[in-house]
């Protein structure tokens, strides 16, 4: 039995409109994600991996072709309906995590859980804390906590839904190669256990050499997939 498509690409481009004319960031870009599969997509600064990343996730809609998230197309929705999908099926990390200052780290970890009226956020929230090694840190603020724990918070931010596909932009840009390996650790373990769609935007090829797949991006386009 084939096994559906968590994400697909149909001929993606973006372009944007300059003083000096059409920038195009994107061109001509197709390819399948398979649900389960863990996918880096790489490239040089400037090729439109982070444009790329956003665009499958809904959080940008390209200037043409198609982008579809469990066979359902979203580049054509708008803004509220890709909202309500990306908290129903997407998880997203960020290189420089965007907790919320004023929240404390379980409760950065309960929003999700609470926009989507989840009845017990505390219980589910504090659940998660303890898988990712934080039980100890619940009612520290983001200021308080160190660049490798607030990206296990942000980890457990995204994973708290138990969204199908979680997308991740340079996830260990901002720590050290120790804390990064242990990021690297902690997000692959979580994504086993939650067989979870894993993709990926990095320049660190030890993270991009743990996934399953690499697309390389080159000049906005895609030169090759492995």
Not at 37 to 59: D, F, H
Not at 92 to 111: C, D, G, K, R, W
Not at 166 to 182: I, K, Q, S, V, W
Request: some cysteine.
């Amino acid at each position: 039995m084939s096994i559906p498509s968590a994400v697909a690409a149909k001929n993606i481009g973006k372009h944007v409109t300059t003083p000096d004319g059409v920038l195009t960031i994107l061109e001509g870009i197709s390819f399948e994600i398979k649900q389960g599969e863990s996918v880096a997509v790489v490239g040089a600064s400037g090729s439109g991996k982070s444009t790329l990343l956003g665009l499958l996730a809904g959080l940008d809609t390209p200037s043409q072709g198609d982008v579809m998230l469990n066979g359902e197309v979203i580049s054509s929705l708008g803004e509220d309906e890709r909202a309500k999908l990306r908290g129903e099926k997407v998880g997203f990390v960020f290189q420089s995590f965007h907790l919320i200052p004023a929240l404390t780290a379980l409760e950065n970890v309960m929003l999700p859980l609470e926009l989507a009226g989840h009845p017990a956020p505390e219980t589910e929230a504090k659940s998660l804390m303890v898988r990712v090694g934080l039980d100890h840190r619940l009612q520290h603020y983001p200021k308080q906590l160190s660049g490798g724990e607030q990206q296990r918070v942000a980890i457990a931010r995204a994973f708290v839904n138990r969204p199908p596909i979680l997308f991740a932009d340079e996830p260990t840009g901002n720590l050290d190669t120790h804390t990064g390996e242990r990021i690297i650790e902690l997000l692959f373990q979580l994504n086993e256990e939650e067989n979870t769609t894993l993709i990926l935007v990095t320049h660190d090829m030890q993270l991009a050499s743990a996934c399953q797949r690499q697309l390389h991006i080159d000049a906005g386009q895609l030169v090759a997939a492995s």
